[in-house]
């Protein structure tokens, strides 16, 4: 029984170091790729979870700017009326500023950054150093992007808060924009989901 358990073990050794093996040979091919594109086609396209996490993280970064701009529309107006000054912004921009700040501060920095998190924590953890699907993290970072500024481009028509109230309403943009960006974060998840368990090792 004790000789079973042993070479059960020693087997699962075995596996073990013929998939760390694996996985080195792959993250050195990953490398190789790597260093033979230029700067501008990292941006476009990366398999290196390091550059995906920055890539994320600055994406992040920026939508923060672009909530926060719109914050200080809403802050500014609650701060000024709160004083007896007239009414700097047209209800309209109002609500324009509301929707986009709270679509950019939540789908655009937070969930970059908790992505960002993801694509680096995951693959150094449990050691693969590897991004499941590479090609559907990138396509779904460029798609959110893309999703997000058509739904900001929505102008004056964007009027949905974030409490989808009736009768207010957003522009064409921002719904098609809108069902991109659940795409998008699928596609980007789906790859978070695929990297953990491309990880999962036998002991």
Same mark, same amino acid.
């Given at each position: 029984? *004790?000789? /079973? %358990?042993? +070479?059960?073990?020693?087997? !699962?050794?075995?596996?073990?170091?013929?998939? =760390?093996?694996?996985?080195?040979?792959?993250?050195?091919?990953?490398?190789?790729?790597?260093?033979?594109?230029?700067?501008?086609?990292?941006?476009?396209?990366?398999?290196?979870?390091?550059?995906?996490? *920055?890539? /994320? %993280?600055? +994406?992040?970064?920026?939508? !923060?700017?672009?909530?926060?701009?719109?914050? =200080?529309?809403?802050?500014?107006?609650?701060?000024?009326?709160?004083?007896?000054?007239?009414?700097?912004?047209?209800?309209?921009?109002?609500?324009?500023?509301?929707?986009?700040?709270?679509?950019?501060? *939540?789908?655009?920095?937070?969930?970059?950054?908790?992505?960002?998190?993801?694509?680096?924590?995951?693959?150094?953890?449990?050691?693969?150093?590897?991004?499941?699907?590479?090609?559907?993290?990138?396509?779904?970072?460029?798609?959110?992007?893309?999703?997000?500024?058509?739904?900001?481009?929505?102008?004056?028509?964007?009027?949905?808060?974030?409490?989808?109230?009736?009768?207010?309403?957003?522009?064409?943009?921002?719904?098609?924009?809108?069902?991109?960006?659940?795409?998008?974060?699928?596609?980007?998840?789906?790859?978070?989901?695929?990297?953990?368990?491309?990880?999962?090792?036998?002991?």
């Amino acid at each position: 029984m *004790i000789y /079973l %358990t042993m +070479a059960t073990r020693e087997e !699962l050794r075995k596996i073990e170091r013929e998939k =760390l093996l694996e996985w080195s040979r792959a993250f050195h091919s990953v490398q190789d790729r790597e260093a033979r594109r230029s700067v501008f086609m990292k941006l476009l396209y990366t398999e290196d979870y390091r550059i995906l996490s *920055i890539k /994320l %993280t600055l +994406a992040g970064i920026m939508f !923060l700017f672009i909530g926060g701009a719109f914050a =200080l529309f809403l802050r500014g107006q609650a701060g000024l009326t709160s004083t007896g000054a007239p009414v700097v912004l047209d209800p309209a921009y109002y609500f324009q500023a509301m929707t986009n700040h709270v679509m950019d501060m *939540i789908f655009g920095a937070a969930f970059n950054v908790v992505f960002a998190i993801a694509f680096y924590m995951i693959p150094a953890l449990n050691g693969t150093r590897l991004v499941k699907w590479p090609k559907l993290a990138n396509t779904g970072f460029w798609l959110n992007i893309l999703a997000l500024f058509m739904m900001n481009l929505g102008g004056i028509k964007n009027q949905y808060m974030f409490t989808f109230l009736n009768p207010l309403q957003a522009s064409p943009t921002w719904y098609i924009g809108y069902g991109l960006m659940i795409v998008a974060e699928w596609m980007e998840m789906a790859s978070v989901l695929g990297t953990s368990f491309f990880g999962k090792n036998t002991g």
